[in-house]
């Protein structure tokens, strides 16, 4: 189970964290992805993390999204963060976590087998 948080209204080059809240299984041995889906859009991969133990263990970011965005994880409280500085009106979306067991690189691509329910990001200009 996947619970997202921390979604707002943010004027453009604010900052935000996401949260993705793991119950039910380590975060440890999935690989987790943000994605996210604007309005009247199709939805589009953001960042991906590695599990844990991963080898090569590695993150993905989407290119409108490097040098703004930084995935990480906490394994310790089960939860990945996505901290995103620098927001632009084309950041506003629906963001959505997904988990799996499987590489970052095709977590990115194909999703994983949990979803959660997503949390809205507004960017204002």
């Known amino acids: 189970h996947l619970v997202e948080s921390g979604g707002a209204l943010v004027q453009a080059g604010g900052s935000l964290r996401l949260s993705c809240s793991v119950t039910?299984?380590?975060?440890?041995?999935?690989?987790i992805g943000w994605f996210r889906q604007a309005p009247g859009k199709e939805r589009e991969w953001v960042s991906c993390i590695s599990a844990k133990t991963a080898i090569p263990y590695r993150t993905e970011y989407k290119d409108s999204v490097k040098g703004r965005f930084t995935i990480s994880r906490d394994n310790a409280k089960n939860t990945v963060y996505l901290q995103m500085n620098n927001l632009k009106p084309e950041d506003t979306g629906v963001y959505s976590c997904?988990?799996?067991?499987?590489?970052?690189?095709?977590?990115?691509?194909?999703?994983?087998?949990?979803w959660g329910q997503g949390t809205l990001i507004t960017v204002s200009s």
């Open positions: 039910g299984n380590s975060v440890e041995h999935y690989a």
């Open positions: 997904t988990g799996g067991p499987r590489p970052a690189n095709e977590l990115c691509i194909l999703g994983g087998g949990y």
